[in-house]
């Protein structure tokens, strides 16, 4: 039995937060009605045949039923689907999850990464994509996922996205006069530039 509770872990989490949240909210009075809810749910497995179908197409397609997904959830699933097993491991760890964890606002925990892809994307196509149409632009500009798409294109957006950290996390930035220029940014909202400072900052 794992007797661990929320506050042994330090680090921010949603399935932490879940869990709490469950556990403040699940009583005496309730906890029938919360069983007989989940004695309903139904679970569909679908098998596919590597090489042969085509998961990301069948991913949009049921989804496009249910609870619509961030830019980003699409994006990630993009990426790693159609992978092998320890490849979608190797792929997320090395890449996209830090990617994920840069581009986030730390004190709040809110997720950044549909807005910083956008902002990637008017970087490499010169033009601002749809806000709605951020995974079709990538899809479009990304279409052959190939070995330098899984290096050279993958190491790039992981190289912007520190730099993001920095533009939603101002503190992080250790150039006092920068810091403060980027906090100003940021509280006036001026994120349109965005796309003008990350190669700015990179080549900095």
Not at 132 to 149: A, I, L, P, Q
Not at 156 to 161: A, C, D, R, T
Not at 170 to 196: A, G, W
Request: hydrophobic share 35%; net charge negative.
């Amino acid at each position: 039995m794992n007797n661990n509770t929320p506050s042994d872990y330090t680090e921010y989490s949603k399935v932490i937060e879940n869990y709490s949240f469950f556990l403040n909210t699940i009583n005496v009075d309730n906890f029938s009605i919360i069983t007989e809810g989940l004695n309903r749910l139904l679970f569909v497995e679908i098998s596919l045949e590597r090489g042969k179908d085509d998961p990301q197409r069948i991913f949009e397609s049921l989804n496009s039923t249910g609870l619509e997904l961030s830019q980003a959830d699409l994006i990630r699933n993009y990426i790693l689907m159609g992978l092998a097993p320890k490849e979608q491991v190797r792929i997320f760890e090395t890449y996209w999850e830090i990617i994920e964890n840069n581009a986030k606002v730390e004190n709040s925990h809110e997720s950044k990464v549909s807005e910083f892809i956008r902002d990637y994307l008017t970087i490499v196509n010169k033009k601002i994509p749809n806000k709605s149409k951020v995974y079709e632009e990538f899809k479009n500009r990304f279409k052959n996922r190939d070995e330098t798409f899984y290096s050279t294109t993958l190491q790039e957006i992981k190289l912007y996205s520190g730099i993001y950290h920095k533009f939603l996390n101002t503190s992080h930035e250790s150039d006092k006069e920068i810091s403060i220029e980027l906090r100003s940014i940021k509280q006036m909202e001026i994120n349109v530039s965005y796309p003008f400072l990350l190669p700015v900052y990179k080549d900095f």
